[in-house]
């Protein structure tokens, strides 16, 4: 079965700071996709940034990017020039990729960030 | 366009009832997945529907239910709720094909009491 970690469950920075969030899963897939999602306390989900296994480059979308590394099983999350907006719980997921499309998320526990003023 | 809609946003029930809830997909997304998210558990994969067919399922017990309508519309019912079942309910939309991004609804927070 997959499996996704975050090992940290809470994390805060300095408005303008860089931080890092670090996420590690387990499958036995070749293909797959990994996501960060990001949920505000409105609760709505919002998808952050999307990495796809057979893509050796790093995933950038603005102000973040991360850091995938297929061999280690590593998917880290790193959000440069932190906003006060960035406050939320984020979430890593991880899911395998079918002849029918992508399949269901599997999500780890989450980290909720912090921005300081 | 509309984002994934569900309703109601808020509900109590008391325990032993059964609910429905409900959620309405972005236009033209033909694929629904249902999650909760509990404090405890995080985020579960319940189950997906895409055209009205049940494609996956997670591991919640038959009290757990869902269908899915001709316009892509889902609901999903919980039969005799037990205070555990008190979660927010996430439902989220795709057009299931490759490579393709899940749009959540803000969910419905169900209180069992």
């Known amino acids: 079965a997959q499996t996704v970690t975050q090992s940290q469950p809470e994390m805060s920075v300095q408005e303008a700071e860089t931080v890092t969030l670090s996420c590690t899963y387990d499958?036995?897939?070749?293909?797959?996709?990994l996501f960060w999602y990001k949920q505000p306390p409105s609760r709505q989900m919002i998808l952050v940034i999307r990495?796809?296994?057979?893509?050796?480059q790093n995933a950038t979308e603005n102000r973040f990017s991360v850091n995938f590394q297929k061999a280690a099983k590593s998917f880290s999350l790193k959000i440069s020039d932190s906003q006060l907006g960035d406050a939320a719980m984020y979430f890593c997921?991880?899911?395998?990729?079918?002849?029918?499309?992508?399949?269901?998320?599997?999500f780890g526990t989450g980290t909720r960030l912090t921005i300081i003023p | 366009k509309a984002g994934v809609t569900q309703t109601p946003r808020y509900l109590i029930k008391t325990r032993g009832q059964q609910v429905t809830l409900s959620c309405s997909p972005i236009?033209?997304?033909?694929?629904v997945s249902w999650y909760q998210q509990t404090p405890g558990q995080g985020l579960q994969f319940l189950f997906e529907?895409?055209?009205?067919?049940?494609?996956n399922k997670g591991n919640f017990p038959g009290r757990f239910s869902g269908r899915q309508f001709s316009n892509s519309r889902s609901e999903m019912n919980v039969s005799t709720l037990e205070l555990g079942d008190s979660a927010l309910y996430l439902c989220?939309?795709?057009?299931?094909?490759?490579?393709?991004?899940?749009?959540f609804g803000q969910g419905t927070r169900l209180t069992v009491v």
């Open positions: 989220a939309s795709s057009l299931r094909e490759m490579n393709t991004e899940a749009f």
């Open positions: 499958t036995s897939e070749s293909d797959y996709y």
């Open positions: 990495q796809e296994a057979y893509k050796q």
């Open positions: 997921a991880y899911s395998v990729e079918s002849n029918f499309g992508n399949e269901k998320l599997t």
């Open positions: 236009s033209g997304h033909r694929s």
């Open positions: 529907y895409f055209s009205e067919t049940q494609r």
